[in-house]
């Protein structure tokens, strides 16, 4: 099983990056795709996470309105559209698969940073 983000990077204040995360090794369709975040000093936060099969998705208060989840099953694929980036978005930002059936498989990425700095 792996799990690859990629589109990380640094942007300024107000900037947007585009994460993607591929997955190979399991029956993406199964699982729901979460984006957590870690920033420097501080735990791990759920940042997003989308649904299996009828994609809801859900927002931490703190990028509600700014972030937007999405999937592609066809692809394997999940997005974390991130705009209005602020400082405070800084951290490295994991991808990480749970399995809608059984919740305790559970694979995670490498984590991608994010650095927002003027």
């Known amino acids: 099983v792996q799990l690859v983000e990629s589109g990380g990077g640094l942007v300024q204040p107000g900037g947007s990056l585009r994460l993607s995360c591929v997955a190979s090794?399991?029956?993406?369709?199964?699982?729901?795709m979460n984006w957590y975040r870690q920033a420097p000093g501080k735990g791990r936060e759920l940042a997003a996470f989308?649904?299996?099969?009828?994609?809801?998705?859900y927002y931490a208060d703190s990028v509600k309105g700014r972030f937007t989840i999405s999937r592609d099953n066809a692809k394997n694929t999940v997005y974390l559209q991130m705009d209005s980036l602020k400082p405070e978005d800084t951290a490295v930002y994991y991808c990480?698969?749970?399995?809608?059936?059984?919740?305790?498989?559970?694979?995670w990425g490498q984590g991608t940073q994010v650095t927002v700095s003027s």
């Open positions: 090794g399991i029956t993406f369709s199964s699982y729901t």
């Open positions: 989308i649904t299996n099969l009828s994609g809801s998705a």
């Open positions: 990480n698969a749970n399995n809608y059936y059984a919740t305790e498989i559970s694979y």
